[in-house]
């Protein structure tokens, strides 16, 4: 691909272009649940400039493409090895991740709380979105997972429609839990942590940004490549 263009969508951008996905975050642009309409069209809609968007996106995709990256194409990777990496690499770090950052989102509440009102909210909607993950992988892992596994080697229409129903709610949980992430991202002001923040704080903070980061890189590859894949 040489140049990326208002007509390419998000998610197709970041298939090729994995770091793009830093460039959509600093603008609120959508890469995984929303990512299959075109930049021309969230462009309109978040009122940014087109030509400076690209731009910018196009000259850090050259400098990259010069670079030496290990390049996977998720499309060609066999089903089975795209559902273990997602387990194995994004299930495994959220398991491990949201109980241990559920500690700091509740002991900066607790002791900042009073003098930073916004974080109560925070605590709120953290726990909703650990809640929710911790569900929504059980759902995965028993029941959805181990039927895309079966579709790679015995493909049919009939199991097709099957993963698709059992499948059915998983994308608007992507969807509720990617806006948790946009509310989260919203109210800690792109998660930068006041001017007296404690270290708790900003470690908090950093943890919740890698947070957001993983979560939109593991609904990307969910929505946008393993689920497309079953026809």
């Known amino acids: 691909m040489s140049s990326f263009t208002a007509e390419h969508t998000p998610a197709e951008i970041v298939k090729v272009f994995p770091k793009?996905?830093?460039?959509?975050?600093?603008?609120?642009?959508d890469f995984c649940c929303g990512g299959d309409r075109p930049l021309g069209t969230v462009?309109?809609?978040k009122n940014l400039?087109?030509?400076i968007v690209l731009s910018e996106l196009n000259t850090a995709f050259d400098s990259w493409s010069k670079e030496d990256h290990e390049i996977i194409d998720w499309d060609q990777v066999p089903?089975?090895?795209?559902?273990?990496?997602?387990?194995?690499n994004h299930h495994a770090y959220l398991n491990e991740e949201l109980p241990a950052l559920g500690q700091f989102v509740t002991?900066?509440?607790?002791?900042?709380?009073?003098?930073?009102p916004h974080l109560k909210e925070l605590y709120r909607l953290y726990n909703d979105f650990k809640v929710d993950m911790e569900e929504h992988m059980i759902k995965e892992e028993?029941?959805?997972?181990?039927?895309?596994?079966?579709?790679?080697k015995n493909p049919s229409e009939k199991l097709a429609h099957h993963i698709h129903e059992a499948n059915g709610g998983l994308e608007d949980e992507h969807e509720s839990q990617g806006d948790i992430l946009k509310r989260m991202r919203v109210i800690t002001n792109d998660f930068e942590p006041p001017a007296d923040a404690c270290n708790s704080y900003r470690i908090t903070y950093a943890r919740l940004a890698e947070l957001e980061s993983d979560?939109?890189?593991?609904?990307?590859?969910?929505n946008n490549v393993l689920f497309k894949r079953i026809k």
């Not at 793009?20 to 642009?29: C, P, V």
């Not at 979560?215 to 969910?222: D, S």
Request: glycine letters at 4%; charged letters at 35%; a negative charge.
């Open 49 to 51: 400039d087109e030509a």
């Open 215 to 222: 979560t939109f890189q593991h609904v990307h590859l969910e």
């Open 43 to 45: 462009f309109t809609e």
């Open 107 to 116: 002991k900066i509440f607790r002791v900042h709380g009073a003098k930073h």
């Open 142 to 152: 028993g029941e959805v997972f181990p039927l895309i596994k079966e579709f790679e």
């Open 79 to 88: 089903l089975s090895e795209l559902v273990d990496h997602i387990v194995y």
């Open 20 to 29: 793009a996905s830093d460039l959509f975050k600093e603008r609120r642009i």
